[in-house]
C-alpha cells in the first residue's frame, strides 16, 4: 500500500510539471538578461603592482628633471582605502621642503582618484600619513592635460609601470563604485588573508565575491562576476516558484519577465555587493518551503486513510533544503533572519492545521536540526576567512563580530542625500545614484539603483488585491504571499538605522509574484486578459530600456538623464 501512494504521490506531483515551452521561456529570458548583464560590466586590466608606504619609509622623492607645471596626479590606491598623504616641494634656495597641501585624502579602494597639485616644481615630495598604504600607480599630470614621469621612477619601479592604464575616463568600468570599495576589497582580503576591512555583515556575500576575483583577477569584471551570476540564477528560480505557484506557462513566463526587465534586480547583478546574494537565498528558501507544504499536502490527500504514517523523506527533502537556504541566507546578511521570521509564521500555520500532536513533535526535532543546528554551524563556518577581531578562537571571534554588526546597525546614523524610509520604496521615491561621471564629450555615465516604475508602481496595487484576496477570500495562496512579502518589508518600519531603497529589493521580489498572482486572475476573468497582460508586459519592456542607460553606465547626454527625473527628487545624473 505504501508503495503504491508512493508512486501515485511521485506522479502526481511531478509529471509535465515543466514543459519544453517553459524550458524555452527560462532559457529566452536567462540569455537576454546575461547579454545585458554582461554588457560593459567592467574592464579585465587594472594596476596591479603595488608600492607599500609604511611608518618606516613613509616618503616619496621624485625628480621631474627641471622645473615643471604639474597640475594633478591620479593615484590608484590598493586594498587600503581612505589614505592621507601630504605634498611638498623641494626650496632649492632655501635647501628644504615647503608643504603647500599637509593633507590630501584619497577615499576609494581599487579605483582611481585625483590629488590636485596646482604647483611649479622640480623635485615632489609626498608623505604617506598613516600607518600604512597600498598605491598601485600613480600619473602626475601636466598643465596641457599630458602625463609627465619623473626622470627617477625607476626608484619606484611599481609605482610607474602600468602609466598606460590610466583611462580617458574615469567610471565604473575602470575601478570600484559605490559600496564595492568595502566588500570587493574584503573579498580580496580574504583570498590574502590579509585583515578584513568590512566586517558589518557576515562572511559569506564576501566570500561569494572573492570566487569571481580567484577566477577572473582583482578587477572590476572578476569581482562583479558573481553577483552577474546569481543574478542570472533568481531568473530561473522565480520561473520554478511561479510555475508552482500559478501552474501557468505563460504566467510563470511573464512573471519572470518582470524580474528580468527589474532595473533594481539588474543594477544589483552588477555591483560587487552581498544583496543580490541575499535575495537569491531568500527567494530560494520560500521557494523551498512551497515546495514543501505542496509536497506534504499532496502526500496527505493521496494518504487519506493514513493521516498518522509519517510522510517519507522525500516530502521533507524540500524542508531541508528551505532551511540550508536560510543558513546561507544569514549568513551572507542578518536580513535573512527576517526571512527566518516569515517562513517560522507560514510553517506554524501550515503545521497547526495539517498535523497531530504525535507528529508534531517528531517535526519539531526535524526543524531544530534545519533550521536552528545547521544555520548555526555554517554562520560560524563562514567567518573561518576572517583575520582579525581575536586570536583565541573561531567562537570568540564569531561573538565579537556579531557584537560588532549589532552595534554598527542599531547605532548608524548617517546623514545622506539619497537615503530614504520604509514608506517611500514602493513608490520610488528616491533612488539611489551609486556612480555618475563623464565618458567621452557630453556624455554621462551613471548608474542608479531604482524599480523599473511600471513594476513597482503596478505592484502597489496588486498588493492591495493579493491582501484583499487573503483576508476576505481566505485564499492560502494569497496569504502565502502577503506573509511572505510582509516578513521582508514590516521589519524595516522598526529599524532606525540609515536606510536606502536597495533595502526594499528581497521584498520587491514577493510583489513581483504578487503581480503574478493579479495577472492570473486577469487571464481567468476577463475576456481579453492575456491580451491586457501582454500589452503590460511590452511596457515594462519599454520602460526598462528607458532607463536602461541610467542603471547600465552607458554613456548618455545629461540632457537625457534630466528628462526621465518624472519625480521631483530622483537625481539620476549629476
Known amino acids: 500500500m505504501k508503495t503504491t501512494l508512493k508512486n501515485q504521490n511521485r506522479k502526481t506531483s511531478d509529471s509535465a510539471f515543466l514543459t519544453k515551452a517553459d524550458y524555452i521561456c527560462q532559457l529566452v529570458l536567462v540569455f537576454i538578461f546575461a547579454v545585458l548583464a554582461f554588457f560593459r560590466l567592467g574592464n579585465t586590466v587594472i594596476p596591479s603592482s603595488a608600492y607599500t608606504a609604511d611608518t618606516k619609509n613613509p616618503d616619496i622623492i621624485l625628480d621631474f628633471g627641471e622645473s615643471t607645471d604639474v597640475v594633478s596626479a591620479a593615484i590608484f590606491l590598493g586594498h587600503l582605502g581612505n589614505r592621507h598623504f601630504s605634498i611638498s616641494a623641494f626650496n632649492e634656495a632655501t635647501g628644504s621642503w615647503d608643504v603647500f597641501i599637509p593633507d590630501t585624502f584619497v577615499k576609494s579602494a581599487f579605483a582611481w582618484d585625483v590629488m ?32 609627465i614621469q619623473p626622470v627617477n621612477a625607476g626608484d619606484y619601479p611599481t609605482l610607474f609601470d602600468e602609466q598606460e592604464l590610466l583611462p580617458s575616463a574615469n567610471t565604473y568600468l575602470t575601478g570600484s563604485m559605490f559600496d564595492e570599495t568595502f566588500q570587493a576589497r574584503t573579498a580580496y582580503e580574504y583570498l590574502n588573508g590579509l585583515p578584513a576591512y568590512e566586517i558589518v555583515h557576515p562572511p559569506l556575500g564576501k566570500i561569494l565575491i572573492s570566487l569571481g576575483i580567484s577566477l577572473f583577477g582583482m578587477h572590476p569584471f572578476g569581482w562583479r562576476f558573481m553577483s552577474v551570476l546569481f543574478g542570472i540564477c533568481i531568473i530561473p528560480l522565480i520561473y520554478l516558484f511561479a510555475k508552482r505557484s500559478f501552474k501557468n506557462t505563460f504566467i510563470a513566463a511573464a512573471t519572470s519577465a518582470l524580474l528580468t526587465f527589474d532595473c533594481m534586480h539588474f543594477t544589483l547583478s552588477r555591483i560587487a555587493t552581498i544583496d543580490i546574494f541575499a535575495a537569491f537565498f531568500i527567494l530560494l528558501m520560500y521557494y523551498f518551503m512551497y515546495r514543501y507544504f505542496a509536497e506534504d499536502s499532496l502526500y496527505r490527500a493521496s494518504a487519506s486513510s493514513h493521516k498518522d504514517v509519517f510522510p517519507p523523506p522525500k516530502v521533507y527533502l524540500p524542508l531541508a533544503l528551505s532551511g540550508i537556504s536560510m543558513a546561507l541566507g544569514i549568513a551572507t546578511k542578518w536580513t535573512g533572519v527576517f526571512a527566518g521570521i516569515g517562513l517560522a509564521i507560514l510553517f506554524i500555520w501550515y503545521t497547526i492545521s495539517h498535523y497531530p500532536g504525535k507528529q508534531t513533535l517528531r517535526l519539531f526535532f526535524f526543524c531544530c536540526l534545519f533550521f536552528i543546528l545547521i544555520p548555526g554551524a555554517v554562520y560560524v563556518l563562514s567567518f573561518i576567512p576572517v583575520v582579525g577581531f581575536t586570536h583565541s578562537g573561531l567562537i570568540d571571534k564569531v561573538i565579537q563580530a556579531s557584537q560588532y554588526i549589532f552595534t554598527y546597525h542599531s547605532t548608524l546614523v548617517d546623514e545622506h542625500y539619497y537615503s530614504s524610509r520604509f514608506y517611500e520604496w514602493p513608490f520610488i521615491w528616491m533612488p539611489l545614484l551609486c556612480t555618475s561621471s563623464m565618458e567621452g564629450i557630453g556624455k554621462m555615465s551613471s548608474i542608479s539603483t531604482m524599480g523599473n516604475p511600471a513594476i513597482w508602481w503596478t505592484g502597489i496595487f496588486c498588493q492591495l488585491y493579493v491582501l484583499f484576496r487573503w483576508i476576505l477570500k481566505k485564499d492560502k495562496k494569497a496569504g502565502f504571499l502577503c506573509i511572505s512579502y510582509l516578513a521582508q518589508y514590516i521589519p524595516w518600519m522598526f529599524v532606525s538605522r540609515t536606510t536606502y531603497i536597495y533595502h526594499y529589493f528581497p521584498a520587491s521580489l514577493f510583489m513581483i509574484l504578487m503581480i503574478g498572482y493579479t495577472m492570473l ?14 500589452v503590460y508586459m511590452a511596457i515594462v519592456v519599454l520602460c526598462f530600456f528607458l532607463f536602461f542607460p541610467l542603471v547600465s553606465g552607458f554613456p548618455v547626454s545629461r540632457e537625457y538623464g534630466l528628462s526621465l527625473r518624472w519625480l521631483k527628487d530622483w537625481i539620476l545624473v549629476v
Do not use: S
Not at 136 to 145: L, P, Q, S, T
Open 116 to 147: 590636485a597639485i596646482n604647483y611649479r616644481l622640480r623635485y615632489l615630495g609626498i608623505v604617506a600619513k598613516d600607518d600604512e598604504a597600498v598605491i598601485n600607480e600613480i600619473v602626475f599630470i601636466r598643465a596641457d592635460g599630458t602625463p
Open 521 to 534: 486572475h486577469i487571464k481567468e476573468h476577463f475576456p481579453y486578459g492575456k491580451k491586457m497582460i501582454t
